[in-house]
């Protein structure tokens, strides 16, 4: 059984930060990755995805994002800057390593792939903050003949069948889809709950750049300001007006489904052909023993660092800041989470 000081459960943009500051500390470790290559998440998302923060705001620990400061990358170039990340590092990525298991046993941890089998001092979990799709039960009520699929299933609009389109989610995914999609389709979107919506730019500067300034993106989870930004995500470059003005019709939130109808909170209906369920991700952590989990499920940790000795979460959604799961910013809890590697080593 081949023994790490320290070994990473993911090998996104979490799992690179933290293997950075490994390689720096001159650790025996490996990064594992369920995948066949670099920036798996990124790659399953849809074609035209850009991101909503600049260039500026994209770097991991180490290597800067290429490009002009002000430029919103394309979902292929941040899988271009995550796989030149990890050669220019020379990070030890196994890919199609899928971890089925991680128990702790004696001082340290065991870790289960299909095939084999690890030991390691210390672990980090890095499985990213999006893992499991999200579907409401009453998608089942949907007849077969309506082309159903989440929206990590999404690529292009000529991928969708003609005829009324409903994607149901009201946040940044949602609109998005439901924008791109409004230039070749008759398009709905339901919005459930309302997220606040802040524009792109402010005054000719970058919201995220605004953030930054006015010390909001610095807030962590624990203060009053935190509590409440994490409690009301906000909505970016889009709001429902500019979506009405595109040609999409707004609807509250989906309640029923019979067939090929669905209907609204407000007791409207609507006939689909195709229903995208921009409805979010849930954690799945159920591979893990170890007493971390709250009676919801939810990891209890500070700041990444689990009450299981040699237990640590990187990438969290509000991990510490509402930067925790963004590009640009989870370099500052990788740097944490490795310092507290090493005075635990
Ligand atoms: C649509 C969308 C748009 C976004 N736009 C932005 C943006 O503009 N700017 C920004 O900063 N952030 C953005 N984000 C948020 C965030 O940057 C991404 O979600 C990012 O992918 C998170 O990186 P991660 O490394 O934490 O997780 P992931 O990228 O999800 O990586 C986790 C990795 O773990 C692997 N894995 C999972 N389970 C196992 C297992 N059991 N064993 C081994 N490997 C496993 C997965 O294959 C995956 O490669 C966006 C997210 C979404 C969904």
Request: charged letters at 20%; a neutral charge.
């Amino acid at each position: 059984m081949t023994h790490h000081d320290v070994i990473v459960i993911g090998g996104g943009q979490a799992g690179l930060a933290i293997g950075y500051h490994l390689a720096q500390q001159g650790r025996r470790f490996t990064i594992l990755e369920a995948a066949d290559g670099p920036a798996a998440a990124w790659r399953g998302r849809w074609d035209s995805l850009r991101l909503f923060t600049p260039v500026r705001h994209d770097s991991l620990p180490g290597l800067a994002f290429p490009g002009d400061p002000d430029h919103y990358p394309t979902r292929d170039e941040v899988v271009a800057y995550l796989t030149e990340y990890t050669r220019h590092f020379a990070l030890p990525v196994e890919y199609d390593s899928r971890v089925t298991a991680v128990r702790r046993e004696g001082e340290g941890y065991v870790v289960e792939l299909e095939d084999r089998t690890y030991r390691a001092d210390q672990v980090v979990i890095a499985t990213g903050p999006f893992q499991a799709p999200r579907v409401p039960e009453i998608a089942e009520r949907l007849s077969g003949d309506v082309v159903q699929l989440h929206s990590t299933d999404y690529r292009t609009p000529d991928s969708i069948p003609a005829g009324p389109v409903l994607v149901v989610g009201g946040g940044n995914t949602g609109f998005q889809i439901a924008e791109e999609l409004a230039g070749s389709h008759e398009v709905h979107l339901s919005v459930g709950s309302r997220q606040m919506p802040l524009p792109q730019r402010i005054l000719g500067r970058d919201i995220f750049s605004f953030l930054v300034a006015t010390g909001l993106m610095r807030k962590t989870v624990d203060s009053r300001i935190g509590r409440r930004m994490k409690d009301r995500d906000s909505l970016i470059g889009s709001t429902p007006r500019a979506a009405r003005r595109r040609g999409i019709q707004l609807h509250g939130r989906t309640t029923e489904a019979d067939s090929s109808t669905v209907r609204f909170e407000d007791g409207s209906s609507l006939v689909v052909t195709t229903v995208i369920w921009a409805t979010g991700f849930r954690l799945d952590h159920a591979w893990i023993d170890a007493p971390i989990f709250d009676s919801q499920g939810a990891v209890v940790h500070q700041r990444g660092v689990t009450e299981s000795p040699g237990l640590y979460f990187l990438g969290l959604p509000w991990q510490h800041t509402r930067g925790s799961a963004l590009l640009g910013w989870v370099k500052d809890d990788a740097a944490y989470v490795a310092g507290t590697l090493v005075s635990r080593s």
